[in-house]
């Protein structure tokens, strides 16, 4: 169980970085071209803030209950702190992760209410940059299993 849902969490996270790529692509373009809010930009903001959903809730439950990562850090939250690669799962990739989603779930709702797509492309980039700083890189493989 664990494997294969950490195993999931590695690949989903393509999945949000493509989607959220082409999601803050496609609001700064119509936002330099002055055009009004797409039906495709709108599905594509919902797809990209549902992947980013499931990616958060396998995360959730890797954090609280299937990776030895986290849960032994939970025996011990002072000694995990000093160990910066436990420290990174248990507070940083967590805290970043959330700013993301929530960065997210602003821009996906601004452009809905306000027709906006400047205010969906910054916060899209936002999130964007969020995730990327989020990422464990150097800790994980880029494929897992391969
Ligand atoms: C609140 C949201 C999230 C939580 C609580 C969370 C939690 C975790 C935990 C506990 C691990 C370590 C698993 C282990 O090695 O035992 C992990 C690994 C990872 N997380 Fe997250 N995560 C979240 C969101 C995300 C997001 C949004 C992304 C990327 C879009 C992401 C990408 C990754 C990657 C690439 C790994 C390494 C997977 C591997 O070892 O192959 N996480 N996450």
Known sequence: MYVFVLTLHSYVRWAVLVLGLVALVMAWSAHFSRSRWTQPQANLGR????????QVLLGVLLYTWLSPVTTSAFRDMGAAMRNP??????????????VAAVLVHIGVA??????????AAIFYTLAFV????????GQAPLFRGF
């Open 130 to 137: 969020a995730v990327l700083a989020g990422i464990p890189w």
């Open 85 to 98: 690669s436990q420290r990174f799962f248990v507070a940083e990739h967590l805290l970043m992760m959330v």
């Open 110 to 119: 601004r452009a809905r209410k306000k027709d906006a797509p400047l205010q």
């Open 47 to 54: 797809l990209f803030s549902g992947v980013f959903d499931l």
